[in-house]
């Protein structure tokens, strides 16, 4: 079936240091969205993505949307320790355009 | 602009129990989705619901259900409970769209004893 896939999993950084997570669907996506969910908390908007080759910033947050609309990632630089949480994509995939979830990256940031 | 309000937000039952969720989306906002959230399977959508109507499920079992009221409040509903539905449900609303922009809920932690 259809999956979207992140890479890694799990991030440990230094306060300071940069941080990328890598999304990548087995089709190819109409539009891509980035959540995160702090512990304990809801997943909370951060970006859509829709056009082939598309980059957005937001303030340290780099995201890109590949050529082929099959990957995205998110960049993040100089993380902060309010950066911490799991980092998820999504899109609508396939002809039934069910949203799909990403398997999430979990973020830790040592101060 | 109140968020979207779900309840309860903690539940325990046990296995072979049936489970009532409620989702109050964002005012204005028509579609609402609700989605599973585990340890091992991550994020997963359920179902959405858009004027009354449901418009696009995911692949869960038929022990799974909702409905939406005229006043876009939502509910879901699981029956014959099993260990393996424990999980963080959440909603989200949308203003047009789930494919769009979704505020999440706190979700509704569902513990099957």
């Known amino acids: 079936g259809q999956q979207v896939m992140q890479i890694p999993q799990y991030q440990h950084v230094q306060e300071g240091e940069d941080f990328t997570t890598y999304c990548n669907s087995s089709t190819t996506l109409s539009n891509i969205q980035w959540y995160k969910q702090r512990p304990g908390g809801h997943p909370v908007f951060l970006i859509q993505l829709v056009k082939s080759g598309e980059v957005k910033k937001q303030k340290r947050l780099t995201f890109q949307f590949g050529e082929a609309k099959k990957n995205s990632s998110l960049h993040i630089t100089a993380t902060q320790t309010t950066d911490v949480g799991t980092y998820f994509c999504?899109?609508?995939?396939?002809?039934?355009?069910?949203?799909?979830f990403g398997t999430g990256t979990l973020l830790a940031v040592q101060p | 602009k109140a968020g979207v309000t779900q309840t309860p937000r903690y539940l325990i039952k046990t296995r072979g129990q049936q489970v009532t969720l409620s989702c109050s989306p964002i005012?204005?906002?028509?579609?609402v989705s609700w989605y599973q959230q585990t340890p091992g399977q991550g994020l997963q959508f359920l179902f959405e619901?858009?004027?009354?109507?449901?418009?696009n499920k995911g692949n869960f079992p038929g022990r799974f259900s909702g409905r939406q009221f005229s006043n876009s409040r939502s509910e879901m509903n699981v029956s014959t409970l099993e260990l393996g539905d424990s999980a963080l449900y959440l909603c989200a609303s949308s203003l047009v769209s789930y494919t769009g922009e979704l505020f999440f809920g706190e979700g509704s932690r569902l513990t099957v004893l």
């Open positions: 005012s204005g906002h028509r579609s």
């Open positions: 999504a899109g609508p995939a396939g002809a039934t355009n069910k949203l799909i």
């Open positions: 619901y858009f004027s009354e109507t449901q418009r």
